[in-house]
């Protein structure tokens, strides 16, 4: 397998501007977490999806962030508009069950100026 | 509100000492608690997952404690190596945080040659 993939590995955008990230699971998992690290908050949980659902997006920081999983094996992590503060590296994991080990893809890193 | 943390946040060895990597965790109703590395620019991948029945895990050099009456888990690694630098973060899978799993801030390892 080739484990989780996200794109673009790398955004730079400016402020104003719609970003939407990528994320492919590892096929069989059934959920879906979007995470954000930055040096001064390090690792958050944003939303997560159970077998497509949305669970939890308590994380989301506001509004112009939202997330989708139209099927098993793609979703979306949309910012509208963006801001220089969103600047992180935003990663997508999935595991078989929400319990389980879980499996990170690279990242991406944003940029925004 | 349940939180993790990990100290120290960095950590300087020689190449060929064991080493201890210290997680603590305030709440002791835990699913699992897990244990990943963090390659600078990279995403995490998982080391050991330990479950809440469970003490302890062991994976080649890495050997992860859990009491979870004390709220405290360990890293250990035998026979440190240059490739073991990277920062090293403790995860927690708390029942009452709706099936989040919740970071520490990490330790930063470096092992000198």
């Known amino acids: 397998d080739a484990g989780v993939i996200q794109s673009p590995r790398h955004e730079v955008t400016e402020m104003g501007q719609e970003v939407t990230l990528r994320c492919k699971p590892i096929s069989g998992h059934n959920s879906l977490f979007w995470y954000r690290q930055t040096m001064m908050r390090g690792l958050e949980l944003l939303i997560y999806?159970?077998?497509?659902?949305?669970?939890?997006d308590s994380g989301m920081p506001e509004d112009r962030f939202s997330a989708k999983m139209p099927n098993a094996s793609f979703s979306t992590l949309k910012i509208q508009p963006s801001e220089p503060r969103d600047s992180a590296v935003y990663f997508c994991?999935?595991?078989?069950?929400?319990?389980?080990?879980?499996?990170f893809g690279p990242g991406t890193r944003l940029l925004v100026l | 509100k349940q939180e993790v943390t990990q100290i120290p946040a960095a950590l300087s060895v020689p190449e060929g000492e064991n080493l201890v990597l210290n997680c603590s965790f305030t709440?002791?109703?835990?699913?699992?608690l897990q244990w990943f590395r963090q390659d600078p620019g990279k995403g995490l991948t998982s080391l050991l997952l330990?479950?809440?029945?469970?003490r302890e895990q062991t994976s080649g050099r890495l050997n992860a404690s859990l009491d979870k009456s004390s709220g405290r888990s360990t890293l250990y690694i035998a026979a440190s190596q240059p490739g073991d630098s990277a920062t090293y973060l403790c995860?927690?899978?708390?029942?009452?945080?709706?099936?989040?799993?919740?970071f520490g801030q990490g330790t930063e390892l470096s092992v000198k040659p």
């Open positions: 994991a999935s595991s078989a069950t929400r319990q389980e080990t879980q499996y």
């Open positions: 709440d002791s109703a835990i699913y699992n």
């Open positions: 995860a927690v899978f708390f029942y009452n945080q709706g099936g989040k799993l919740i």
């Open positions: 330990i479950q809440s029945s469970q």
């Open positions: 999806f159970n077998n497509n659902v949305p669970i939890d």
